[in-house]
């Protein structure tokens, strides 16, 4: 079975600058969520996709970021513009039932300066 | 909000035992889960505890009191691979369901 796929791995831009994430979740997986995650923190729950409709958006800076899961499978994440602590790694986790264990992919780390 | 509370570091011996406690907010939750989180990687899928009690999976025990809003990861027999950060997350229910971790503690295995 293939995992949670994301690209890019990488990103560094500068401040103002926009980006955008792309993921693939595991097929079949209706629930999807994108966490932040700073170094040496916890991940932070961004947003979480139930198919193609938001379920929780209340941590999203809705100013500079926003996200959309078209059809229910792939979604992206985009950051316009950028700010400097925006600088972490953007993780990709899905899960084909409501409390079940989440899938994670390996992340894009982004770093703004 | 949602809080939950892990120490955020510790270092124990090769060979040892080590206990990382967790505590949370309990209104609300419908199951805790650890995961492990080596450095650089994604997190990934330890023990997920939903009644009270210990489940046990090799090396690893997951711990939990509903009641008390608590929870630890016991950890037999460190070995050095061990060495990573481990995270408590928690799951709040209602219409949304959603997945809460903690801040993480990371655990040095020292020779």
């Known amino acids: 079975e293939a995992g949670v796929a994301q690209s890019p791995r990488y990103k560094i831009i500068e401040k103002r600058q926009s980006v955008a994430f792309w ?32 379920v929780d958006d209340s941590q999203l800076p809705k100013d500079r970021f926003s996200a959309e899961r078209l059809k229910g499978v792939d979604s992206t994440l985009k950051i316009q ?4 602590e925006d600088s972490a790694v953007y993780l990709c986790a899905s899960t084909s039932t409501r409390g079940g264990e989440l899938f994670f992919g390996e992340g894009s780390r982004l770093t703004v300066l | 909000g949602q809080n939950i509370d892990q120490p955020t570091e510790m270092t124990a011996t090769e060979g040892a035992i080590v206990q990382i406690n967790c505590t949370y907010q309990t209104s609300g939750f419908n199951g805790l889960f650890w995961y492990q989180q080596h450095a650089g990687e994604a997190p ?3 023990s997920y505890n ?4 210990l489940e046990e999976k090799g090396r690893f025990s997951s711990f939990l009191s ?4 608590y929870s630890y990861l ?4 460190l070995q ?6 481990y995270l408590c997350a928690v799951y ?9 971790f903690g801040t993480g503690t990371l655990l040095a295995v020292q020779p």
């Not at chain 1, 979740?25 to 966490?35: D, E, F, K, R, V």
């Not at chain 2, 509903?66 to 809003?69: A, D, L, P, Q, T």
């Not at chain 2, 050095?80 to 950060?85: C, F, L, Y």
């Open chain 1, 23 to 54: 993921c693939n979740p595991i097929s079949g997986h209706a629930t999807l969520y994108w966490y932040q995650q700073i170094l040496g923190q916890g991940p932070k729950l961004l947003i979480q996709f139930q198919n193609n409709g938001v």
């Open chain 1, 81 to 84: 513009p950028a700010k400097l």
């Open chain 2, 44 to 46: 990934t899928f330890l």
């Open chain 2, 50 to 53: 939903v009644l009270d009690g």
């Open chain 2, 66 to 69: 509903r009641s008390k809003g």
């Open chain 2, 74 to 77: 016991l950890l037999k027999e």
């Open chain 2, 80 to 85: 050095m691979k061990d060495s990573a950060s």
């Open chain 2, 92 to 100: 709040y229910g209602g219409a949304t369901n959603k997945l809460i």
